[in-house]
């Protein structure tokens, strides 16, 4: 008995999501700006090969499959890359002490 591949990687991508969900959720919030960090450099490496399957294109045609979902994948990326950066300033502004008046 064979499993169909579709069905295969869809159940590690569905086991990824509760494996990721429980791991950022456990997380201290000591260890937060660590990890926004390092997801940041993950969606770094994450848009070079989006620009890659943006560019990788075969055909003639300007929009193709490749072209669409890598420029969706460089809109997304980017998005969490900016977003990670301000949620970041915002947690290290939480630990810097205030000056007295």
């Known amino acids: 008995m064979e499993i169909d591949p579709f069905i295969f990687r869809f159940s590690i991508f569905i086991l990824s999501i509760f494996v990721g969900y429980y791991v ?31 560019l990788a294109s075969n055909s003639d045609k300007i929009f193709d499959n490749s072209s669409i979902f890598g420029f969706l994948a460089i809109i997304l990326a980017a998005v969490n ?21």
């Open 24 to 54: 950022v959720w456990s997380v201290t919030p000591s260890l937060h700006t660590p990890l926004m960090s390092v997801t940041n450099a993950i969606s770094s490496v994450i848009i070079v090969g989006a620009i890659i399957a943006a």
């Open 81 to 101: 890359i900016f977003g990670g950066f301000l949620v970041t300033q915002r947690m290290l502004q939480m630990y810097k002490k205030k000056k007295n008046k």
